[in-house]
């Protein structure tokens, strides 16, 4: 009786049917389009941040300074390489400065890395790079500012700035160092308020071993896989070492894309 019922009115049951089968079509559609730009976003703030594990010192999230740090960085990223979700692994130190030249002084937030062990698919900002040149080596003299920093500095390529931060065991250090590049993102919080070190040269300053840093951070093909990856390196490395998802790391991206 149902059936027979459905085609009394052919008209409107193929009207029904069609305005069922675009909604979902809708649905589906936009959903896709939603999630491929949430795991955009993922990748690019991956590519900013720690990756999309970060294994650093388990203080670190909580109380950010250049005393919690990872030893032995080689060997967690040695061990991090032979999970099967992790395709690339970087040693990183991040952490605040004070920059100045002669008429000013800002403060910042560096990230120094190897150019030899990393590009444009772990640290975007190489991509960014706008006037200058990269380091050539993890031990090169100079730094690179963002652009806007580098204009409220009036440091161009060439110029010297002194920067000042603390190091592991809170003494204020200093360094000098000539502009070697300048990126531009065209986000105005990025390009006022970073740089970019050769991270061996930061370490003799900071006083670290050789291994020694603040942060591995680890890339996934698939982003779905942090959170799985993460508990088996948690397991691995024990209470020594923090793996952390990217969610964890960078809360408010999360928070935005649950809310969304």
């Not at 955009?40 to 740090?69: D, F």
């Not at 110029?159 to 200093?174: A, F, M, P, S």
Request: glycine share 10%; hydrophobic share 40%.
């Amino acid at each position: 009786m149902a059936w027979r019922n459905l085609w009394r009115h052919r008209r409107r049951t193929l009207l029904t049917l069609s305005s069922i089968a675009f909604g979902v079509m809708l649905a589906v559609l936009f959903t896709g389009m939603g999630d491929s730009n949430w795991s955009a976003m993922i990748q690019l703030a991956a590519r900013l941040g720690g990756g999309h594990v970060a294994l650093q010192h388990p203080e670190y999230l909580e109380t950010p300074t250049l005393s919690r740090t990872v030893q032995d960085a080689d060997r967690l990223r040695t061990e991090a390489l032979r999970d099967p979700d992790v395709t690339r692994a970087v040693i990183r130190i991040t952490g605040n400065m004070m920059i100045a030249t002669a008429s000013q002084n800002y403060g910042a937030l560096f990230i120094a890395f190897d150019p030899e062990a990393e590009d444009e698919s772990t640290l975007s900002l190489i991509e960014a790079l706008s006037e200058g040149e990269m380091f050539p080596s993890s031990r090169d003299g100079g730094i690179i500012l963002g652009k806007r920093l580098a204009e409220n500095l009036d440091a161009g390529i060439g110029r010297k700035v002194v920067y000042t931060l603390t190091d592991k065991n809170g003494e204020i250090v200093q360094e000098a160092a000539r502009v070697s590049g300048i990126v531009s993102t065209g986000a105005p919080s990025v390009d006022a308020g970073l740089c970019l070190l050769p991270i061996d040269s930061l370490r003799d300053l900071l006083g670290y071993q050789s291994d020694e840093a603040i942060q591995v951070g680890l890339f996934l093909d698939d982003h779905r896989r942090t959170d799985a990856v993460a508990g088996r390196l948690g397991d691995l490395f024990g209470s020594q070492v923090s793996a952390l998802p990217w969610h964890q790391i960078q809360p408010e991206l999360s928070g935005f894309i649950t809310m969304k």
